[in-house]
């Protein structure tokens, strides 16, 4: 176990030090001063060592100050607003991942589930059904069905709003980032109603982002049961007589979920990209409506940061993952390692 985390722990350091790198090279591929496409006019002139790094135009020097700087938390100043980013993007952060919680939550607990239900019912009517549905989802551009959705759902029926997070008349003092917690932990006179607005405007953005990944968890999980269920020892157990729940909860349904996390770590990127479009369509104030913005308006340094810091939210969660199902199910890397 402690060779397992401190394998993981190399990678993901490794990894996020090859990010920064990119990310500070990144700044020499846009036009303009590579100095200031770092860290903005406003921060350097703030800076005596840094306006002093720029004129020498050292690169070695430069990326210690560039790491320095990331530790410390001052990522530069945005081109277009002049503020800090690193406030922004912190501020902005909890609603991007507020909305992939929710999402990953609703596709696990309904995709995970009817996929147990196809793989037990495997080759028939039933699970044939569940697959022409599933490979019909996986085939929606998440875009179209946003679009799709708002155009029936709010346009036409006007059952839930079409934009935003929540509705103006609500005034949230901001602590968590997330909507709902910050609602619960108000002690304001209209907090039912605007808990009940802020689902409102969840469920559209939420469906969007689920749906791609609840089609995939569902597939997944029905051929892992189906494996499971042509394993020797199910059918031994079968054999002995056995209560067919008691297979179920006891051989089933661990050995069938095993897959399952290695998958939700492979999802995050494509959910992540899902929820950022998701955010420009629902004009959800995440980073991923942030960051196109900031591209639109060529900010640099706002487009530096946000990639470094959506890059590193996905190695983190991944690695954290990969970690997790590697502890859990011991056995993965000997299997990989044999086939190799």
């Known amino acids: 176990m402690i060779t397992t985390l401190f394998r993981y722990f190399n990678l993901t350091c490794i990894t996020l030090f090859m990010l920064v790198v990119l990310s500070f090279a990144l700044a020499y591929l846009f036009p303009g001063d590579s100095t200031l496409n770092l860290f903005g006019a406003e921060f350097i002139q703030d800076q005596p060592t840094l306006m002093l790094v720029a ?4 690169v070695v020097m430069a990326f210690g100050y560039y790491v320095q700087a990331l530790f410390a938390g001052e990522w530069g100043v945005s081109f277009t607003t002049g503020n ?3 406030p ?3 501020r902005l952060l909890p609603a991007t991942l507020e909305l992939s919680i929710y999402a990953v939550a609703i596709a696990l607990l309904v995709g995970i589930p009817l996929g147990f239900i196809a793989g037990m019912q495997y080759h028939k009517k ?4 569940f697959m022409s549905s599933s490979m019909m989802m996986y085939s929606f551009p998440v875009f179209w069905l946003a679009l799709l959705l708002i155009l029936l759902v ?3 029926a006007q059952w839930l709003p079409m934009s935003g997070r929540l509705s103006l008349l609500f005034d949230i003092p901001h602590r968590t980032g997330f909507i709902l917690l910050d609602i619960a932990l108000s002690d304001l006179p209209y907090k039912r109603a605007a808990f009940y607005d802020a689902l409102q405007h969840l469920i559209l953005p939420t469906l969007s982002v689920s749906f791609i990944a609840f089609a995939v968890f569902l597939r997944t999980t029905r051929r892992s049961v189906a494996d499971v269920l042509e394993t020797q020892y199910i059918k031994c157990a079968q054999t002995r007589g056995l209560p067919a729940s008691t297979i179920f909860f006891r051989h089933i349904l661990r050995n069938a979920l095993l897959p399952v996390l290695p998958l939700l770590a492979l999802q995050i990127s494509t959910l992540l990209t899902n929820v950022m479009i998701v955010e420009t369509i629902f ?3 995440g ?3 942030w ?3 900031a591209i639109y308006e060529r900010d640099f340094p706002a487009i530096r940061a946000g990639m470094l810091l959506v890059a590193m939210v996905v190695v983190v969660i991944t690695l954290s993952l990969e970690c997790l199902s590697q502890l859990i199910d011991p056995t993965r890397d000997r299997f990989a390692y044999a086939r190799h």
């Open 55 to 58: 004129e020498q135009n050292n």
């Open 84 to 86: 800090a980013l690193y």
């Open 88 to 90: 922004d993007i912190m």
């Open 126 to 129: 039933l699970d044939s059904i």
């Open 154 to 156: 709010s346009i036409q």
């Open 283 to 285: 004009s959800w104030p």
């Open 287 to 289: 980073i991923g409506d």
């Open 291 to 293: 960051l196109i913005q």
